[in-house]
């Protein structure tokens, strides 16, 4: 299988089931149209008495040939041959967990999934007798896993920072003897950072993502404190401190776009303005009922915003200023092997959300649907036949996916998207889909444009 | 070649027999948390 597609001057071609990703001319490229797996050492007659005969015999030879040796060293049409890996996933030891440390917020986000923080169920913070559970809990089960992962999130984790503090010291106490490496992500809207906090995340938190969503009116619409007032001027100075003090460590500045800011591009340049290159701001994902929420409608302008932004990174590239957009972000020789693309998101396999009650769900997203509790960290339970259901969500699993040419990419989705707004975990959400496809054929357009860069300047 | 650029050496076949160590990192834990997107996670193998 292969995808093909124009961008930006460029013809690119992505061979799905080798990762090869080519550049070509426009009479390659056209020629694409005409082949079909298995291919003939020779170009097609057709080719020389009709579809190309304007073209030189030579030139028709030189692109069928260097198609052919593409194909004869399986980096074009290659088959697939994945299907027997999916069917040996088995269960993974649990290495990663989403620590819902405060269900309660002093922002009122109009698009909140945690239905303002609390997801429904009464605002309660995390006691540090479960937090400390929760760290047994992935010592348990982590098997042989070296690298665990722990995100504070809520709600608004710093509402209960000195429980965050606790666990990380009695996270830290446990790594030697259990020989486990702890790393630290704590998702935040920065409403309650202060000096002290600052340091302390920059000290302990491998990563951290801050919460804006762009310009001051885009961020203040959405992002509302409880007295309606902004958030905006409260927070980007803190973060510039948080970042500025940060040296090499992970961070994200993560934004989230709507109905209302359909233009997106200009608020990822916002923060980009404002002093930060690492980047996210991601579709709200909603109801279609709601006034925010996108649209197939929406589909063609957020086509072109997302072609715009690439263009603009392409350009502060050029000028020695770098944006790491999140979704654009794609390493085409060393990026994850193809059993982790299988895989996709490990949510109630590898990862877990853990509430303030110490209930257990597959992922952050799934809190509050009784009917997706696995189990619960004080009690000791943890439910093994959900935890295998979640096993065995792989993209040959999805009868959707399993054609799909951006299918070692997204990796099947998110699998809280495709319950809630297609029916099933095993149906992908569609319009997610059709984000993904385009975020895609732009970041490979931006590999494309910078190795065309690289070539001009040698 | 001359009318063919390609991008990336690496075959992604060859990583599925051995891949799969399970140390690269879940990938709501670093960004996302509403949309998933794997392939931009960083191979940790070698770090193991």
Known sequence: MIHKYRLNGYNIVLDVHSGGVHVVDDLTYAMLNYITPPLEEQAPQSFYSDYFSDYSVEEIDECYEELYKLYHNGLLFSEDDYEQFSRQMVSSPIKAMCLHVAHDCNLRCNYCFASTGDFGHGRKLMTAETGKHAIDFLLEHSGDRHNLELDFFGGEPLMNFDVVKQVVEYARSKEKEYNKNFRFTITTNGMLLDDAKIDYINKEMSNVVLSLDGRKQVNDRMRPRVDGSGSYDKIVNRYRQLVGSRGDKDYYVRGTFTKYNLDFSKDVLHINDLGFDQLSVEPVVAKPEEDYALTEQDLPAIFNEYEHLAKEIINRKKKGSGINFFHFMIDLNQGPCAIKRLRGCGCGNEYVAVTPEGDIYPCHQFVGMEEWKMGNIDEGTLDLEKKDYFSKTTIYDKPECKNCWAKFYCSGGCNANNLQYAGSVFHPHELSCELEKKRLECAIMIKAALADQEDQND | ?48
């Open chain 2, 1 to 48: 070649m001359k009318h063919i650029k390609t991008l990336n050496e690496a075959n992604l076949k060859n990583t599925a027999a051995k891949g799969g160590c399970g140390e690269c990192q879940a990938s709501c834990q670093s960004a996302c948390k509403t949309s998933c997107t794997v392939a931009n996670q960083k191979c940790e193998r070698k770090s193991k």
